[in-house]
């Protein structure tokens, strides 16, 4: 389960673990908390090739999904 922030009106401010389609927690003084946007810590580096199209491109498939990755980014995909 992810871990969203929340913050309430008053200030109080806290990370929860919660599944998806629960609900927002309540504050101690019983006001609904807001869930704040935060930074991921997922980072995606670029390589010479593109994103992914370098790895993509492995013994086992036989090169299918790198011909399938290069057609869809030709595109605009």
Do not use: D, H
């Not at 927002?24 to 593109?50: D, E, Y």
């Amino acid at each position: 389960m992810p871990i969203y922030e929340y913050q309430c009106e008053c200030g109080n401010e806290g990370e929860f673990i919660l599944p998806l389609n629960s609900r927002a927690p309540i504050c101690k003084c019983g006001k609904i908390m807001q869930r704040k946007l935060s930074v991921s810590s997922f980072v995606m580096k670029p390589t010479g090739n593109g994103m992914a199209l370098g790895t993509l491109n492995s013994g086992v498939t036989g090169g299918k999904r790198k011909e399938w990755a290069e057609n869809m980014a030709a595109e605009g995909l």
